[in-house]
């Protein structure tokens, strides 16, 4: 069954890696970056499961308290990016562009 | 039993998540993250983690996607098309995707077997309770770490609300102040 656990969390994060890449509304790009997080946590249980270790499951914690932060800085970049803009629109940022 | 559960959670993950990403509003965007976040939690149960189960369903579904709730809420509904079918990028992206998803199944289809040292959960678990093994876990193995994460959760809170925070509602000079800030002005003078 362990292989099939592993497929699931790959898909997942393909979808992630895709809308991050793809999509241009910030929320929904931080949205993606979440369920890229997820689906290493679902590997770490997995695993954890599978070797019987429990160290899987305490690393768990770790990467939701970093999503967690990430989540919290992200939105008030992306509030502080709308008042400065009116827009969260990724193709408006271009102010760097080379 | 156990596959059953396991093929229904993980396809509603799966399109719960494709969904999501082909979803136009935000506040839908964020209401199907909710579904993914409690389907992963599901298999997360069919796993034997029912405590990272909660954790999941109150922290994930439950705090980190009230807080997305209410950025969507206050930014509003905005007229961004989905995806730029027309730009060079789409294609690239698809491709590099495309490829990674490959690679990575061919490692899961090749190895189909993690490296690593079997432990012994099962034993050390047994007779106690899961909760109190992560919670020693936690406070004893990992404290350095546990308080680090305590400091980086403090500097995410003094960053957020120093960056959210409004320039123009703290300095009255401030010629930066948003262009919203200035309409209210306006409109009050």
Redesign the interface.
Known sequence: ????????S??????????V?????L??V???V??ML??T??IF???????????G??F???I??????????G??????I???M????M?QLKELKW | MEAVLFTLFSSVAIGAALLMILQRQMVYAVGLMIVVLISIGGLFLVLNAEFLFFVQLIVYAGAVMVFFVFTAMMIGEQDIEVFDVFAPQFWIALVIVSLLLFQMGILVGGVARPVGVPGQYEEQVRGGDPIQYLGERLFRDHVVALEGLGVLILVALVGAIYVSRDPGRMFKDDSTGSSRESAEKGASG
């Open positions: 069954v362990y292989p099939y656990y592993l497929l699931v790959i898909v997942l994060f393909s979808i992630g890696l895709l809308g890449l793809l999509r241009r509304n929320v929904v931080l949205l993606c979440e369920l997820n689906s946590n679902l249980v997995s695993a954890s499961q599978y070797l019987s270790a429990g160290d499951r305490v768990v914690f770790f939701l308290t970093v999503s967690a932060a990430e989540v919290a800085v939105l008030a970049l992306v509030i502080s709308f008042r400065r009116d827009s969260i629109d193709d």
